[in-house]
């Protein structure tokens, strides 16, 4: 049992149920409704991430099961001169966060994920500017429900990610008035929707 907003609650059976609700709500978005839906995501993303140093790493991901798909953005970057990075998991609870030139350099990894090949770079987590964090749901305060992995949770909490700027990215059938919470999962500091840039609340 947990508690979330003063709610003793199941967590787990909750968090799942919610997965097989959010999955279904994503799968239901019309295949033009999407791509307008990711165009209008890319470009904010891409104006924002403007503003961001230079000389630090933006982490992306590589969309499966219908996530929103940032490969459009990750090329605009590259073109710019910028720097981005991929997660690659190293272990079963460790993740980090790799240099990628092209997108030619993602390989099959975890879990039939694309991501780097056992000899792209490791970023450290003090030279991540943003993370650009998939999910199956965000609510309005940064809560993010995952796939349960927990990967991107630990990776977050780690002293040197202190100043990472997490961005939950996802389409507006995700977005949910509030969200079931551990202690350990980890909020994201705006939300990324094809409306916009979005800060969460407390």
Partial sequence: MGCTRGRRIPIEADKQALRNQYRVKRAAILPDARRRQEEAICAHAQALLRALPMNGFVGLYAAVHGEVDLAPLAEALLREGAKI?????????????????????????????????????????????????????????????????????????????????????????????????HLHDVRMHELLTERGLAPCRA
């Fill in 85 to 181: 990075a991929f997660p690659r998991v190293e272990g079963p609870s460790h993740m980090e966060f790799c240099a990628v030139q092209s997108l030619a350099d993602l390989r099959t990894g975890a879990y039939g994920i694309p991501a780097p090949g056992p000899r792209a770079q490791v970023v450290r987590p003090d030279e991540m500017a943003a993370v650009l964090v998939p999910g199956l749901a965000f609510a309005a305060d940064g809560t993010r429900l995952g796939y349960g992995g927990g990967f991107y949770d630990r990776y977050l909490k780690r002293p040197e990610a202190a100043s990472i700027r997490r961005i939950g990215v996802c389409f507006v059938e995700q977005l949910a008035d509030a969200l079931p919470r």
